[in-house]
């Protein structure tokens, strides 16, 4: 059964960095892809980034485009979303899911993390 683990959410203010990490159990972590999404309080959640892990291929959303990275490190089977430059609308509970890798970002999510929480305070 595939599992994500959603880590490295917290409390940070504007303008800090925070990482993120993904850790993935039962799963190929060389096929399809890995995207982070976030939903923010009254809001419908949004992809942030998406990384195939086939060929490495990366996706971000305008929003973050220039502020976030994402990574991959398939011996640990884990992915990575690095944030700088935190916004206080960057505030969101973060997802990592398994799916697949578009030009667009990712989609067809079929497992899902529970979410790890990231406040940034102005």
């Known amino acids: 059964e595939v599992q994500l683990v959603e880590s490295g959410g917290g409390l940070v203010q504007a303008g800090g960095s925070l990482r993120l990490s993904c850790a993935v159990f039962g799963f190929t972590f060389d096929d399809y892809a890995i995207g982070w999404f976030r939903q923010a309080p009254g809001k419908e959640r949004e992809g942030v980034s998406c990384?195939?892990?086939?060929?490495?291929?990366?996706h971000y959303a305008d929003s973050v485009k220039g502020r976030f990275t994402i990574s991959g490190h398939n011996a640990k089977k884990t992915v990575y979303l690095q944030m700088n430059s935190l916004k206080p609308e960057d505030t969101a509970v973060y997802y990592c899911?398994?799916?697949?890798?578009?030009?667009?970002?990712?989609?067809?999510?079929?497992?899902w993390g529970k979410g790890t929480l990231v406040t940034v305070s102005s």
């Open positions: 899911a398994t799916g697949d890798y578009s030009e667009y970002g990712c989609y067809g999510m079929d497992h």
């Open positions: 990384i195939s892990l086939s060929d490495g291929s990366i």
